[in-house]
Each structure stands twice: as C-alpha cells, then as structure tokens.
C-alpha cells in the first residue's frame, strides 16, 4: 500500500468568486501535507497551501448535494492543472479573458474535451465540484512553464518579460521548444529532489487529494454519502488510486488511464510522478480492483487510444472484474462497470454522456 500519511484540517479560504448563473465558482487556498524526513531521519511535520475552483450549484442553498473531486491530467503540459477542468475566473488573472492561462485553458478544453470545461459541467448539472493543482502544475508550476505559456498564449504585447514582446518568430519557436524541453525533463528533477526526504511524487499526488476529499466531505452542503472522484488521463490514475484508499470517496470515474504493466513504458519521463513502485513490484495495475472493492467504479477508454493498446486495457478489465467478482461472491452484484468508447485519448461529449448515465444510475442507487 502507498504511505498515505496523514491529512491535515484544510483551512479553506475563498480567494475571489464569480456567479455563471446555475453555480458559483470560487478560487479557495487549502492546507495540504508538506511533511519529510530531514537529513538526521527525522520526519518533519509541515503543510503547504494550495489553490483549487470549487464549484458550487444553486441547489446547495437548499439542502445536501453529490460532490465529486475531479483530478486533472498530465498531458505533458503544466502551465495549468485546475484550469484544464475549471474555467478560470478571469477576474484574477491580470489581462482577463486576454490573460495566457485563460487562452491556454480555453486551447486545452477543445483538444481534448470537445470545448467543454467538465468541472463547469458538472456544477451545472447540480454537483459541488473541486478541482486543484497537482504539485508541478498550475500556480504549483515552474517560473519557466508559466514564461513557456506565455510566450504561446499570450496576446502581442501582454508577455510579462519586455523582452519576450520583440522576439522575432524563429527565436520565439526557439525558445518555447526549449523552455518545453526544460519543463518536462524538469519532472525528474522534482522526483529526485522529493525522494531526497523520503517523499514519493505520486504519494505527495495522493495525499493532495485526499485533503481536496476531506474538504469537500467537510462542506455542509455537501452529502457525505455520495462524495465521488473523477479523472482524465493521469487524472484517472489518480482517482483509482483516491477511490482505494480514502475513505471519504464512495465511488469513481477513471477515463483513459488503464493498462498492463508488461505493455506500459515505465522509462517515460511523464511516469515518475506516478510511480509508486512498491506497489509496482507486487501488484499489475488492475490488481487494483482487489483495494477499490466494493465501491462502484467507472471505467472508460477510447478504442483507439494511442496511448493504451485496446488489447492491453481488455487484460486489465478482466483483472479488474476478477477482483470483483471474486470479492462479492456474485458477478451479478459487482459494482464495477467497465467500457469502451469509440475515439482515442480524449474525454468529449460522447463521454460526459456515459458520466451522466453512470452518476444518475449511481444517486438512485445511494
């Protein structure tokens, strides 16, 4: 099992808030845990504040509601974590709409969710909704992936460096592949640094959203019996990992993330802040199924994901539904549902469908 570790009282502050009609969305800060060995083997408690949207639906104001913490991916891009999800608030951004960021979520939600901000769709469709940054990515990134997504989306002139605002068109081209380059190779140097003091990446990843679940399990418009986790890509690996081991979540939606380990390359750089290795040298991914029984789970690949081989991801369902079935004695009372879409990597209309039929099955159920 990872180190969970512990999970400290959250402290939610609302930073800035704006009304979009069925909902509100507000920027709060939260306490996460920070804690490491220092170099005598001492563990040091420590926390550390984070920022995330929570989206709260106008039901709220007359009794309990669902409430799903949803994880972002990873997507090899790290100017924004929350914002792939959440539609930014643009008030607290410096250039508004115009702002890089806001131009960079907006870019992202039409790559790969069909122009949808599904946090915001989920909010509407009556559901709190939280959504934070990952360490690494969003207000938790490097200076120099923030210079990277200001340099591509940012609008003549609104550059926060005054030289980047006379850079010629091949230097620009130049630069951001290098500033690229730098980001991502930088993954390791984050993994390394946190291994350092005892820290796994992906453990650090999973505490994080366990506080983001006690939060929300916390907030009085919330029912505490219908808290789920969703998730995209890393996103999904994130969930499955929150739904086993927090017991704040009763159930999750993992879309796009799911393999064998003989068929996965582990020597991706984009692995390590994943990578729980432990649970790696005894375990396959869905093996899995034996920690998130018997809460009922969701998921969902692309037939045609270029990351995930159709066949590989059939082995792991089977495993999955293994551990079920094993577990509940009846295959007819498994709880897992598993399924293909037709598509590749992406989590579109198509699919907030499936999300929709699942979660309305689900809250009759509960």
């Known amino acids: 099992m990872p180190e969970v570790g512990r999970v400290v009282k959250p402290d939610m502050v609302v930073v800035a808030e704006e009304d979009r009609g069925d909902y509100m969305c507000q920027l709060v800060e939260f306490s996460v845990d920070d804690s490491y060995l220092n170099e005598h083997g001492r563990k040091v408690k420590s926390t550390e504040r984070i920022k995330g949207y929570l989206l709260v639906p106008d039901a709220a104001r007359k009794g309990k509601c669902p409430a799903l913490v949803m994880l972002h991916d990873h997507g090899a891009r790290f100017d924004i974590g929350k914002e792939k999800l959440a539609r930014p608030i643009a008030g607290v951004l410096p250039y508004g709409k115009d702002d890089h960021i806001f131009r960079s979520s907006e870019q992202w939600s039409h790559k790969y969710f069909d122009g949808m901000h599904l946090a915001d769709s989920l909010a509407a469709s009556g559901y709190v909704v939280l959504v934070a940054d990952a360490l690494y990515w969003g207000e938790r990134s490097s200076a120099e992936a923030q210079r990277w997504s200001e340099l591509m989306y940012a609008l003549p002139g609104k550059e926060t460096r005054e030289e980047d605002r006379s850079l010629v068109a091949k230097v620009r081209k130049d630069t951001l592949k290098l500033l690229h380059k730098r980001v991502y190779e930088g993954q390791r140097v984050v993994y390394d640094s946190l291994r350092r ?39 999904a690996h994130r969930c499955w990992l929150l739904a086993s081991f927090c017991k704040h979540i009763k159930y999750g939606i993992a879309v796009a993330w799911m393999t064998t380990l003989d068929t996965y390359n582990a020597d991706n750089t984009s692995d390590v802040s994943m990578r729980i290795q432990p649970m790696r040298d005894y375990m396959d991914f869905g093996d899995i199924g034996m920690y998130l029984y018997p809460k009922p789970m969701l998921f969902l690949n692309g037939d045609s994901d270029h990351l995930f081989p159709q066949e590989s991801i059939r082995v792991a369902f089977d495993k999955l539904h293994l551990h079920y079935n094993t577990l509940a004695g009846n295959p007819s009372k498994s709880a897992l549902r598993t399924q293909f879409f037709s598509g590749g990597h992406h989590c579109g209309k198509s699919v907030l469908q499936s999300l929709m039929d699942f979660l309305q099955n689900l809250n009759c159920s509960l």
């Not at 453990?203 to 994080?208: A, C, S």
């Not at 399990?217 to 996103?235: E, H, I, N, T």
């Open 197 to 235: 003091r005892e820290v796994i990446w992906a453990e650090k990843v999973l505490r994080d959203d366990m506080a983001s679940a006690r939060l929300l399990a916390d907030l009085p418009f919330v029912d505490r019996k219908r808290v789920g986790a969703f998730g995209f890509s890393m996103g």
